[in-house]
């Protein structure tokens, strides 16, 4: 019995995943061992006896061949045991899990408002019948689309919390936290969602299927709405499907800005320490995500358009 188009579908997703994070996981791997610096060193202090480095160097492992390393490596990964941080001597896994909601709420929080905002300002440019407004919020939308997060961090920051002092500057643990970390990951995305949204509608609007809809006494605002706006998403499904990894990246950045407590911040300081299985596994379960929600992207823009089925 052949399957569902969106089975079909599902399952090419994971079969392209495997060989993904494999590749990943070799390169993740490698990186971390050309970078100049001992972990056993690190780990040891640079005070502790030859002896002692030795000791923490076979604890970890760091006396095996490379291929056995790496073997240990992928073995344990896909038991969810990454090993334990050289810094702190606890297990990875367990502080990405305890990191994990914080990045997992900013890159969410990231993603609605690219889309609520660069939806909104592309549907307005591009239906708008006034050429001075439609330019506004093109120039608009180019220069959010062309700021660094982490310079719109900062200048967020600044305003609203230095100089109005309405929301909190640095930290986690409650909404307002996460506002300003949040819109620094997501303005720049609605930059691009924006332009998107307004080429993608302007084409759809010149279809013959539209001015049929018309025709036939269709009224306006579900032309608009049901026919015209649906066919305009599947591009910006996509795209926004692959600003997901660039999301993710941010939160490295924005993360440090802002001291919230997430993943990005952990393998930021981890690669200063070179705390390599930390940076291993944080790596390996963002790669993750990412790849999963691009999987996720693909049964959207497919549910959007039949086409993309066949």
Known sequence: MTPPPLARLALSALRRLVPVLAAISVLVFSIVHVIPGDPA?????????????????RDLGLDQPLPVQYARFVTRALRGDFGTSVRTR???????????????TLAAGGVLLALVIGMTVGTASALSSHVVVDRLLTAASLVAASTPSYWLALMLMLLFSVTLGWLPAIGAGTPAHYVLPCLALGLQSAGAVARMARAAIRDV????????ARAKGVPEWRVLLAHGLRNALLPVVSLVGLRIGGLLAGTVLVESVFAVPGVGRMMADAVVARDFPVVQGGVLVVAAMVVVVNGVTDLVAAALDPRVRA
Request: no cysteine.
């Open 41 to 57: 060193v690190i780990a040891a202090g640079l005070e502790a006896s030859p002896a002692t480095v030795e000791s923490i160097r």
């Open 90 to 104: 606890a297990p990875v896994g367990q502080e990405i899990l305890d990191r994990l909601p914080h990045t997992a």
């Open 205 to 212: 609007l010149t279809q013959e299927f539209l001015r049929s």
